[in-house]
């Protein structure tokens, strides 16, 4: 079955860098875009970021545009979000999700990022 | 970029109630929307796409319609495990799949 595991998570200092990955296994993970969502502590869903199947094309959200970089290596099943210059408003709860004909049809459990001095 | 404005955004019912929240987007998506629900603690969860499909084993008291700028979401008979935040989310521009700000439902 579809699984998705995100690593990378921690405390992190204002203005640092983090790298998030996404293991993905139980899909053909070459043929499927794949998302970031964060979520603040007590907040809503934020989109972050999309990557397309093959890499060719990739999209952030403004709040993090220029600042955060996604990335995938179908040859691990792995998609990548790194993150610099991080500030407060960055912490969150980062999800990865599977992209399926219009839909984030498999998340992952997601790994907290805190960013704090 | 497009908004979504999800209302209302919290709410409290009676198991067996029928439950609606709606869903309007800045501009016209035609039916490029989905909904998710999260239970505390967990990741969201498809449970409609396309404004109206539902989503391979998620129960049929779960329902969608609309198109355009203005959606429904619909719980016809609500049971203590459907106690969530259920958000909507446009994916027209597919550069951004914006969110609505979610509506929390618990049981009165």
């Known amino acids: 079955q579809v699984h998705l595991v995100e690593s990378g998570g921690g405390v992190v200092q204002p203005g640092r860098s983090l790298r998030l990955s996404c293991a993905a296994s139980?899909?053909?993970?070459?043929?499927?875009?794949m998302h970031w969502v964060r979520q603040a502590p007590g907040k809503g869903l934020e989109w972050v970021a999309v990557?397309?199947?093959?890499?060719?094309?990739?999209y952030y959200a403004e709040s993090v545009k220029g600042r955060f970089t996604i990335s995938r290596d179908n040859s691990k099943n792995t998609v990548y979000l790194q993150m610099n210059s991080l500030r407060a408003e960055d912490t969150a709860v980062y999800y990865c999700?599977?992209?399926?004909?219009?839909?984030?049809?498999?998340w992952g459990q997601g790994t907290l990022v805190t960013v704090s001095s | 970029d497009i908004q979504m404005t999800q209302s209302p955004s919290s709410l409290s019912a009676s198991v067996g109630d029928r439950v609606t929240i709606t869903c309007q987007a800045s501009?016209?998506?035609?039916?490029?929307l989905n909904w998710y629900q999260q239970k505390p603690g967990k990741a969201p969860k498809l449970l409609i796409y396309?404004?109206?499909n539902l989503e391979i084993g998620v129960p049929s008291r779960f329902s969608g319609s609309g198109s355009g700028t203005d959606f429904t979401f619909t719980i016809s008979s609500l049971q203590p495990e459907d106690i969530a935040t259920y958000y909507c989310?446009?994916?027209?521009?597919?550069?951004?799949?914006?969110f609505g700000g979610g509506t929390k439902v618990e049981i009165k």
């Open positions: 999700a599977r992209y399926t004909s219009g839909h984030e049809d498999y």
């Open positions: 139980g899909f053909t993970f070459s043929s499927h875009g």
């Open positions: 990557i397309w199947y093959d890499g060719s094309r990739k």
């Open positions: 501009q016209d998506i035609s039916n490029y």
């Open positions: 396309d404004a109206s």
């Open positions: 989310q446009q994916y027209d521009n597919l550069a951004a799949h914006t």
